[in-house]
């Protein structure tokens, strides 16, 4: 079963529907998920992704059988991890169990990756035989560090939640029973936030990591805010001491 979205207020939810296989991605499931991701795009009010999946592991990565099949334009693997990355809202990673292969680069393309005990996971290209794409290789350098980019890549060692997240793989790890909580809590508060600035902080604060930043896009995005509806709004919420309204305008 392909990838399914789910919309509900602020939030979107990506869930991953092959329990019986750990969750392995098939060639029809790339433009399924740009697409779901391009429809979160065009949704104003939607300010939270959370991609999840159902059973034991998050995902087992890409069916190898398949690895050349991952590579057609418009709707190859790595485009689809782009998308993910890119997608305008605040993403997060429900990393409940193993995560191998090029899930591994799904998951980091998420904002957010919150983790239990029992999540594992490594990335055994070289084992395979296969090189990896570069805005794969760029990611894991970027949100994990060149040297342990090259332990993760040229050993493919595996690496336990503890060491996922000593590493920075995981951005959250807490206990199996408090998983959805931390998940359902970090949702809430993201939601909260004022559209313009979440969405324009979280885009350049991942160029800003790739070198790839425009100072005049800031600037235009400072300039939206500072004479924004939101902005007033916040500042009137604050002295009245309610929770602010906003709208993205």
Not at 6 to 27: C, F, G, M, S, Y
Not at 37 to 55: H, Y
Not at 204 to 228: E, K, M, W, Y
């Amino acid at each position: 079963m392909t990838p399914e979205l789910q919309l509900q207020n602020h939030v979107a939810t990506i869930t991953l529907k092959r329990p019986d296989v750990a969750n392995r991605l098939a060639p029809e499931d790339l433009p399924v998920l740009i697409a779901h991701v391009q429809r979160i795009n065009e949704l104003d009010d939607v300010r939270v992704l959370v991609l999840r999946s159902e059973g034991k592991y998050f995902c087992s990565g890409y069916d190898i059988s398949e690895v050349q099949n991952s590579q057609e334009k418009g709707s190859s693997f790595g485009e689809m991890v782009d998308a993910i990355e890119q997608c305008r809202a605040v993403t997060i990673g429900v990393i409940h169990g193993g995560v191998y292969g090029g899930a591994t680069d799904m998951a980091l393309a998420c904002d957010f990756r919150v983790g239990s005990p029992s999540a594992e996971m490594f990335m055994p290209a070289a084992r395979l035989g296969l090189h990896f794409y570069q805005a794969g290789l760029e990611r894991y350098v970027t949100r994990l560090g060149v040297d342990t980019a090259k332990r993760l890549f040229l050993t493919c060692e595996r690496l336990d939640s503890a060491e996922m997240k000593a590493c920075g793989f995981l951005t959250h790890l807490v206990e199996p029973d408090a998983l959805n909580l931390t998940v359902a809590r970090l949702t809430e508060t993201l939601s909260a936030m004022a559209p313009l600035p979440l969405f324009g902080m979280k885009k350049h604060l991942n160029l800003i990591a790739r070198g790839q930043h425009d100072p005049a896009a800031i600037a235009q995005d400072v300039f939206q805010t500072v004479h924004s509806d939101d902005l007033k709004e916040g500042g009137t919420a604050w002295r009245e001491k309610r929770k602010p309204v906003f709208k993205g305008r």
